[in-house]
């Protein structure tokens, strides 16, 4: 299933931004070459997201967990969101067990700043309600206080703390009540 104009368009002059679900015929590793170079930022500035390292393989294995959705811009994959709903916390993760959740959102520094990473952002919760979940559940670096301040515009908000052994960072944990936010539309 291709999604074309997905909630407007968001990339590039004239040029459309195609979505859809990650297939077998995709590369992992052009994946992973993607969030590498979203998250650099990150890494530049001393928040050493995941993404920012991981390998092909970790790529494949996160990818699997969920529905892993991939923008392209032509052929040029340009932006991905991996979603699962319900998401399987671990043990004192400070979120209900039966919300939803993403990660992977990543959108090429090329298309940083054009409304893809909102498209995508919009995919993963469609998706987390399709799948069942009311809530949607997501953390990241305390430290990146633009990004959190970015989700907190669009309806997140902190509903406490966690420390992943993969990380270099403690990060703040954000919901958002999709049921409600569908009715306020």
């Not at 407007?8 to 040029?15: D, E, H, L, M, W």
């Not at 530049?44 to 790529?59: E, I, K, L, M």
């Not at 967990?65 to 032509?74: D, H, K, N, T």
């Not at 979120?95 to 990473?117: E, K």
Request: charged share 20%; hydrophobic share 45%.
């Amino acid at each position: 299933m291709i999604l074309r104009n997905v909630h407007g368009r968001s990339a590039g002059p004239g040029r459309d931004i195609s979505i859809r679900r990650f297939t077998e015929g995709d590369s992992a590793e052009e994946l992973t070459l993607l969030l590498h170079r979203a998250y650099a930022a990150h890494a530049a500035a001393g928040r050493v997201f995941f993404a920012s390292y991981q390998s092909v393989q970790d790529t494949a294995i996160r990818a699997g967990r969920g529905e892993c959705w991939l923008a392209f811009q032509g052929v040029e994959l340009v932006g991905s969101v991996t979603v699962a709903a319900p998401y399987a916390v671990p043990a004192g993760y400070p979120a209900p067990a039966d919300a939803g959740s993403f990660w992977q959102l990543a959108v090429d520094p090329a298309c940083q700043g054009t409304g893809l990473g909102q498209r995508l952002l919009t995919v993963a919760e469609d998706r987390i309600i399709a799948l069942g979940a009311a809530e949607a559940v997501i953390d990241t670096s305390v430290e990146a206080v633009e990004l959190v301040g970015w989700y907190r515009r669009r309806g997140y908000a902190p509903i406490g703390t966690w420390r992943w052994d993969v990380t270099n960072y403690e990060s703040v944990v954000l919901l958002k009540d999709l049921a409600a936010a569908r009715l306020e539309r």
